[in-house]
C-alpha cells in the first residue's frame, strides 16, 4: 500500500514550535481587536459630547420667552389711540333706500 510516515524528534519539536508561534499570534491578534475597539468606543464617545455642544441646533440652557416691556407697550397703544389709527369700532352707516 502506502508509505507510513514517521516523525522524527527534530519534526516533533519543529510543530510544537510552529503551535507555540500561532498561539503567541493568536493572543497578539486578540489583544489587538480589543484595543481597537476600546480606542473606536473612545473616539466615537467624543465626537458624541463635542458635537452636543458645538452644535447650533442645540440649546444649552432653557429658553425665554421674549416679550415686550408693558412700559413700552402701553406707550404705543396711546400714541396711536391719539393719532386715530387704533380705535372703536365705528358702526356701519345706516341703511338708506334709493329714491327711485
Known amino acids: 500500500m502506502g508509505k507510513q510516515r514517521r516523525s522524527t524528534p527534530a519534526k516533533k519539536a519543529e510543530a ?3 503551535a507555540q508561534q500561532l ?3 493568536k493572543r497578539r ?3 489587538t ?3 481597537f475597539t476600546a480606542v473606536a468606543a473612545v473616539v466615537f464617545g467624543a465626537g458624541l459630547v463635542v458635537t452636543k455642544h458645538t452644535f447650533a441646533g442645540h440649546s444649552k440652557e432653557p429658553t425665554q420667552a ?3 416691556p408693558s412700559r413700552y407697550v402701553h406707550i404705543v397703544k396711546k400714541n396711536l389711540l391719539e393719532a386715530g389709527v387704533v ?3 365705528q358702526a356701519p352707516p345706516g341703511a338708506a333706500s334709493a329714491a327711485s
Open 87 to 89: 380705535g372703536p369700532a
Open 33 to 35: 481587536k480589543a484595543a
Open 66 to 68: 421674549l416679550a415686550t
Open 23 to 25: 498561539a503567541a499570534a
Open 29 to 31: 491578534a486578540l489583544a
Open 16 to 18: 510544537a514550535a510552529r
